[in-house]
């Protein structure tokens, strides 16, 4: 399905995945937002687009065969085959169904969970309190190609998109969604709508030749990213050109063990809070199956910060790490500061001296920076 050829450069994350030789996917939102343009095409001409084409936020334009289809009077109904690549996702080869159906004009877009969609039942997740779980991204991916749909051929754009994946609740069980209160089903994904793949060897092996193209093209300040949004980050803060950007994603440690052995002058490391939180608590795999954010540890962290026994409490019984933040941000304490501290520090313990100046960046899921570090060097000899 589509163009998966990624554009040639030097460096970045674009030339680690070429070097990796695994082949991307595209995510759960990418899968909905072009089963939401397909039902919504029919629903206006009486006729689905396939394969149809959608625009991802980095300007891709995959197309994607449609799975299933059904038009009636009142609505349209679209469905798309996940396909993930060479990544282990437990939703590759879930069928993504989105229902549309006209409403009144002013209505807007209206998101509704369909069977297999989870719903949100506890606070600190990016969405409010029993709304569906279709995440910002996706949301917006949605709205704006229901605009584009509606442009084209005549409609009003106020629509009701209603997702559902085929046996979402029972691959939901293999997630993390039933513990942090997303009840019913999976939730819908994605970011950029491309699934990056990860084999831990292929993918710390990209990490090593990121860190040597950036050395031979003489960069002295190169910074490890969990992400593309972490990476936006840097790029904002610093100006970072992209061979001196390393896609580390979960794997901080690869990173840090590697500059050790071939040092830059300095190594930012840029990420989400949660994540980073876990880097902080001296975990240097940062994936959510080998690693979990642990609440009592930024409890303390809070604590050093000024927070009080209550606010202690219940920053270590919080839903998530985005929801303890929340706790912190709202009584003055600094815990995206604390995070980023513990984590350079950790950064530099795994450094064992090497001349490395080392800063962190924490930022929530908009890439806002909601924390970070002084730069610091390490003292001791290299081993």
């Known amino acids: 399905m589509g163009d998966r050829s990624a554009p040639e450069a030097k460096g970045g994350r674009s030339a680690q995945l070429k070097h990796t030789g695994l082949r991307p996917g595209w995510t759960t939102g990418a899968c909905a937002t072009a089963a939401t343009t397909a039902a919504y095409t029919a629903l206006l001409t009486g006729e ?26 009142a609505y349209a109904m679209a469905g798309i085959v996940k396909d993930a690549g060479d990544d282990p996702d437990v939703t590759h080869g879930a069928l993504v169904r989105v229902t549309v159906r006209r409403l009144p004009v002013g209505a807007g877009v209206v998101f509704r969970a369909g069977p297999g969609v989870g719903t949100i039942t506890r606070p600190g997740l990016p969405l ?33 998109i209603t997702v559902s994946v085929d046996h979402g609740e029972e691959i939901a069980r293999s997630t993390w969604n039933p513990r942090l209160g997303i009840l019913g089903g999976l939730s819908i994904l994605g970011t950029t709508g491309i ?24 960069r002295t300040h190169v910074a490890g990213c969990t992400g593309s949004t972490s990476e936006k980050a840097v790029v904002a803060e610093y100006g970072l050109p992209e061979d001196a950007l390393l896609d580390m994603g979960d794997f901080a440690g690869a990173v840090l063990k590697y500059v050790r052995r071939h040092p830059v002058d300095r190594l930012t490391v840029c990420g989400g809070f949660a994540k980073l939180s876990k880097l902080a608590a001296g975990h240097l795999d940062l994936h959510s199956a080998r690693s979990q954010v642990d609440k009592g540890f930024l409890a303390e962290l809070a604590r050093r910060g000024g927070a009080d026994e209550a606010l202690a ?59 970070r570090s002084a730069v610091a060097a390490g003292r001791g000899p290299a081993t």
């Open 48 to 73: 689905f687009p396939d394969p149809v084409t959608i625009t991802l936020p980095k300007g891709q334009t995959p197309a994607f065969a449609l799975a299933a289809e059904e038009l009636t009077d």
């Open 313 to 371: 409490a219940e920053v270590a019984e919080s839903n998530t790490g985005l929801a303890a933040l929340q706790l912190c941000t709202a009584a003055g304490v600094p815990l995206g500061d604390l995070v980023a501290t513990a984590a350079r520090d950790e950064a530099l313990a795994v450094l064992r001296g090497a001349p490395v100046a080392v800063d962190v960046i924490c930022i929530d899921r908009a890439g806002t920076v909601v924390g």
């Open 195 to 218: 699934v990056v793949p990860y084999s831990c060897s292929a993918w710390i092996d990209s990490i090593r030749r990121g860190v040597d193209v950036a050395r031979a093209a003489g």
């Open 128 to 160: 409010p309190v029993g709304e569906p779980a279709v995440n910002p991204v996706p949301r917006r991916m949605m709205r704006d190609h229901v605009t584009e749909v509606a442009a084209r051929h005549g409609g009003s754009g106020d629509v009701e």
